[in-house]
């Protein structure tokens, strides 16, 4: 090793941040210097039991440290600090092994001038819906009817967590569409097939692999269409309402 320990270590008055999908990208929080260049943070998973995030130095999004792919487990070679992220980010994801919302997690970052590292670990904290982060994520339609732009979906009145929007039915008498929080593709929420109408098919998502798979409506032209969608503790719960053919309520699977 041709570094001396001093090269293993950041200058005193660099800061190592870290930021994620759990506020958007928009909060960097310092994380803790422990020691022979080590960095540690929490992550606190949040309704959709899975968060993506990324590091920087000194709040600069000039400076970030990022997966050479997107969506990357602990064991994939980093990049930075520069600003080639291009979006790329760690995902840490317990859905598959049903960690629940407000599990939290401790992120160690390894400075090296030559290979940095980073790894996570499941902590025994666990918080309650009452004390998780206030952040409040926004959802919005995308679809056929919306010309390429993003129709946003209001808070619902009942004081709960769900989001409600509206469409109109064109001329072709149907409409397809998805819904995508905050206003990032790569948070995508969609059915598990294209042009999905049976209430059997199940919901996928946040992720960036809808694709072109979307929920179909069909109706008379002119018909308005609500749509609720529901996230709490990793299931996603979609209702779509119209006036000529009812209620179909579409779930994700646990």
């Known amino acids: 090793d041709n570094f001396d320990r001093d090269d293993l270590e950041l200058d005193m008055f660099e800061k190592v941040c870290i930021y994620g999908t759990w506020s958007n990208y928009t909060e960097m929080e310092e994380m803790t210097s422990l020691g022979g260049g080590k960095y540690g943070a929490k992550v606190v998973l949040g309704e959709t039991r899975c968060e993506l995030f990324r590091l920087c130095l000194n709040h600069d999004r000039s400076q970030e440290i990022y997966p050479l792919i997107d969506r990357a487990t602990e064991k994939i070679w980093i990049e930075g600090p520069d600003e080639g992220a291009n979006r790329r980010s760690w995902l840490i994801d317990g859905r598959a092994d ?57 808070p619902s009145q009942d004081g709960g967590r769900g989001y409600l929007g509206r469409f109109r039915i064109g001329a072709a008498g149907e409409e397809e569409f998805q819904i995508i929080r905050d206003g990032d593709f790569d948070q995508t929420i969609y059915p598990a097939v294209e042009r999905a109408i049976r209430a059997s098919v199940p919901v996928r998502g946040p992720d960036n692999l809808g694709g072109s798979k979307g929920w179909l409506v069909q109706g008379r032209s002119g018909d308005i269409v609500e749509v609720s969608v529901q996230v709490e ?9 119209s006036e000529t053919r009812g209620t179909k309520t579409f779930k994700s699977q646990d």
């Open 98 to 154: 049903k960690i629940p919302a407000g599990t939290s997690f401790d992120v160690v970052f390894q400075w090296h001038p030559e290979r940095k590292s980073i790894m996570w670990s499941r902590s025994s904290e666990r918080r309650t819906p009452t004390n998780m982060p206030a952040f409040r994520h926004n959802y919005s339609l995308f679809g056929s009817f919306s010309a390429g732009q993003l129709v946003s979906m209001a």
């Open 233 to 241: 503790d990793g299931l996603v719960i979609v209702r779509i309402s």
